[in-house]
């Protein structure tokens, strides 16, 4: 199974993605619902993989170990993700575990699950700086080595749109 998290207006959401199209993803969107990640690492301590927020998005840690492939297209904000997005991957830190195991000479956290996937991000912006992406790069690189995941891939495009022929 493949995951969408994206930032993207619901009209703009339909230009590059259609739920009968043959390719189905879990969707992962701004309904306005979500509330922000405290920081409170209840996660990891108080109820182990699920966080302590009750809301939709409280299980992010386990929809992503289901899948093999995670899909984001976000806003390029000075190099990151917009603020959405970036919620919900804070909202998400359960996938891993609050322990530490050096990989690369680098200190990461362990996995929760055996789970491993593909990401792919897809920024959009009409302004995006060289710095931004180098930036941007380097943010995706070292969220792939924390995840674990089998590969991943940069795109950079200047509208949101364009990511349509990107999803398959």
């Known amino acids: ?6 930032d993207l207006p619901e009209q703009q959401l339909s230009q590059i993605y259609n739920p ?5 993803l879990d969707v992962v969107t701004n309904n306005g619902s979500i509330r922000k990640c405290v920081g409170c690492f209840g996660c990891w301590t108080r109820t182990p993989g699920v966080c302590i927020i009750r809301d939709e998005y409280q299980h992010m840690g386990e929809r992503l ?3 093999d492939e995670l899909i984001i297209v976000s806003e390029c904000m000075y190099g990151s993700y917009s603020p959405f997005v970036l919620n919900v991957l804070n909202r998400s830190i359960s996938y891993v575990l609050p322990y530490f195991v050096t990989k690369n000479g680098e200190t990461h956290h362990k996995q929760r699950y055996k789970n491993r996937f593909a ?33 991943n891939s940069v ?7 364009d990511v349509r022929g990107m999803l398959q």
């Open 119 to 151: 990401l792919s991000v897809h920024f959009y912006g009409e302004d995006i700086m060289e710095n931004e992406k180098e930036t941007a790069k380097k943010l995706v690189a070292a969220n792939s080595l924390n995840w674990a995941s089998t590969n």
């Open 20 to 24: 009968t199209d043959a390719l189905k």
């Open 155 to 161: 795109f950079f495009h200047t509208h949101a749109q």
């Open 65 to 67: 170990s289901k899948i």
């Open 1 to 6: 199974m493949k995951m969408l998290i994206h």
